[in-house]
């Protein structure tokens, strides 16, 4: 789950992180009155959507030739003016595609004296299943690039959970980001009080690009991007109600209200099967044979007929959709519980699309038996290259 930028730096700063101060607007009405609890002489208004490249973005209503999503102003009026131009807008971005995203919500921040941009990021590291900080000298840039044209500038700093953030750590990110005097020392500080926030609170990624030096020598958080591991939230309600709904997608939203694991692609067939291995199988042999899957769903090992029906609905719902594959291996999942749901959903939608069914395991011939008398014109498969290669077929005509 993303937040956004103020929602992030709230939660950094009530674990002591240096953060400028700020307010959100999320009422245009009371624009006037928020940006005056600033005193100035420096406002910085920032487009609060879940995506980056803000700065260099375009506002779909305004032109190409209109500024980005992130203002620098130098006056109350001109950060009203610059709120009242970005609010209710499609902001496009490199991340957005180009559909964009809608401002909602505004962030107005005190502006800083910048010495110098670093960059700063928390991940769970796969290579070596640890928490490391991915750092470098040159922050406010794409990362992407610099660690593909400049390798050498990207440090990473693996962290031993038992021990934590040590003073060794710490010193290793000091010497990497060539901090020096009280810049140091408060970035020691700062290094510790980040592990500290992205153990505590779950998180899969905090990105600070950038984090800044400013000229009287301070470490400060400027800008943060967090996400948090979807599985953990149970354990942080108060997280949980920093969710924004209008910035994911809907169908996505749908499928969090079951349990169900779902991610819209950009293919034609939609794609329900059981398991997360078996379900990249399932794509991957689908883009085999030619086309393209146009979701990941993973209705579990305890799917109910309702879960079942309400998935069919969801992948039906994507209008890129010109065919079904359903590939169920009944293992703990039982096959004619599967079958039931995608007999109510088909029934319940009144299916066009060319459906293809690939069932076995357990409770397979009473799956079977329901999907055969159901009426519905059901493609049969045998296994799962006979199943992919009949829906690329059909859908392609």
Same mark, same amino acid.
């Given at each position: 789950?993303?937040? !956004? ?6 939660? +950094?700063?009530?674990?002591? =992180? $240096? @953060? ?12 006037? %009155?928020?940006?005056?609890?600033? $005193? ?10 879940? =995506? &980056? &490249? ?25 950060? #009203? ?29 005190? *502006? ?35 660690? !593909? ?27 990497? #980001? ?7 020392? %408060? ?16 998180? %899969? ?18 800008? =943060? ?7 953990? #939230?149970?354990? !942080? ?18 499928? %969090? ?5 779902? @991610?819209?692609?950009? &293919?034609? /067939? ?14 991957? /042999? ?10 990941? #769903?993973?209705? *579990? ?9 309400? =998935? ?6 994507? $209008?890129?959709?010109? *065919?079904? +594959?359903?590939? @169920?291996? *009944? ?19 009144? +299916?066009?699309? $060319? ?17 055969? &008398? ?24």
């Amino acid at each position: 789950m993303n937040i !956004h930028e103020h929602q992030a730096k709230k939660i +950094l700063k009530e674990f002591g =992180a $240096p @953060i400028a101060a700020g307010v959100a607007i999320t009422n245009l009405d009371e624009a006037e %009155s928020t940006i005056a609890t600033l $005193p100035g002489p420096v406002w910085v208004v920032k487009s609060q959507i879940h =995506a &980056g &490249g803000r700065g260099k973005g375009r506002f779909k209503e305004l032109g190409d030739d209109a500024k980005g999503g992130v203002r620098v102003s130098f006056s109350a009026d001109e950060a #009203l003016a610059n709120a009242k131009e970005m609010f209710g807008k499609t902001l496009v971005t490199k991340q957005t595609g180009p559909n964009g995203k809608t401002v909602n919500q505004l962030y107005v921040e005190a *502006g800083a004296d910048i010495e110098r941009e670093l960059y700063l990021s928390l991940l769970v590291d796969r290579e070596t299943s640890k928490t490391s900080f991915v750092v470098s000298t040159e922050g406010g840039m794409d990362i992407e690039a610099v660690a !593909h044209e400049t390798p050498d500038l990207i440090h990473s700093v693996s962290i031993t959970a038992s021990a934590g953030c040590t003073e060794s750590d710490a010193n290793k990110l000091a010497d990497a #980001l060539i901090l020096t005097g009280t810049a140091r020392e %408060s970035g020691i500080t700062l290094f510790k009080t980040l592990y500290e926030a992205f153990v505590s609170k779950d998180m %899969s990624l905090l990105e600070i690009n950038p984090l800044i030096v400013t000229k009287s020598n301070e470490v400060q958080v400027l800008d =943060a991007k967090v996400s948090f591991d979807d599985n953990s #939230l149970f354990r !942080h309600p108060d997280i949980m109600e920093l969710r924004d709904e209008t910035e994911e997608d809907e169908k996505e939203v749908e499928a %969090s209200k079951y349990d169900l694991a779902y @991610i819209a692609l950009d &293919g034609e /067939i939609g794609c329900m099967v059981n398991g997360a291995g078996l379900a990249m199988a399932t794509m991957d /042999i689908i883009k085999l044979y030619g086309a393209e899957p146009a979701n990941f #769903l993973d209705v *579990g090992g305890s799917a109910t007929t309702e879960r079942v029906t309400a =998935a069919f609905k969801i992948i039906t719902a994507d $209008p890129n959709v010109k *065919g079904i +594959l359903v590939n @169920i291996f *009944g293992g703990i999942m039982r096959c004619d519980v599967i079958a039931e749901g995608v007999v109510q959903a088909a029934k319940d939608i009144n +299916l066009e699309v $060319p459906l293809v069914v690939r069932l076995e395991g357990t409770k397979v011939d009473e799956g079977k038996a329901i999907i055969n &008398g159901s009426g519905l014109n059901v493609i049969a498969a045998n296994d799962l290259d006979d199943a992919a290669q009949k829906i690329v077929t059909a859908v392609k005509g």
